[in-house]
């Protein structure tokens, strides 16, 4: 992690080299943090591809929402609960957003 971030905490919107579930690859995303255990941190990711029927598990951050600025994401983006996953902290490149949970 770089030393210029803040303190993490959970609920921040952070992004991350996000592994893809064959754990051969990753790629860079925003990622909500749930948990910080050690160095290690558990995320949820958030995807920018939205499409017209939600799952239940899934959370829209819809751009007319008032808190959307405060995340940093571009664009409506979904967070996928089933996308869960531990990554160390040395793999977050930003930490600038905050999404209240």
């Known amino acids: 992690m770089k030393e210029s971030m803040t303190k993490l905490e959970p609920g921040d919107t952070v992004l991350v080299n996000f ?12 990622a909500l943090l749930l948990s910080i255990k050690g160095e290690d941190i558990i ?3 958030i ?7 939600l ?5 829209k951050i819809g751009e007319l929402n008032p808190v959307f600025k405060q995340t940093g994401l571009k664009k409506t983006s979904i967070i996928k609960t089933e996308k869960i996953t531990v990554v160390h902290q040395s793999l ?9 949970i």
């Not at 995807?47 to 029927?53: A, G, L, Q, T, Y």
């Not at 799952?55 to 959370?59: E, G, K, L, P």
């Not at 977050?92 to 209240?100: C, S």
């Open 19 to 30: 592994p893809f579930t064959d754990l051969q690859s990753s790629k860079v995303r925003p």
């Open 43 to 45: 995320i949820l990711g």
């Open 92 to 100: 977050i490149r930003k930490n600038t957003m905050i999404y209240p």
């Open 47 to 53: 995807f920018s591809r939205v499409p017209e029927n």
């Open 55 to 59: 799952r239940d598990s899934w959370i």
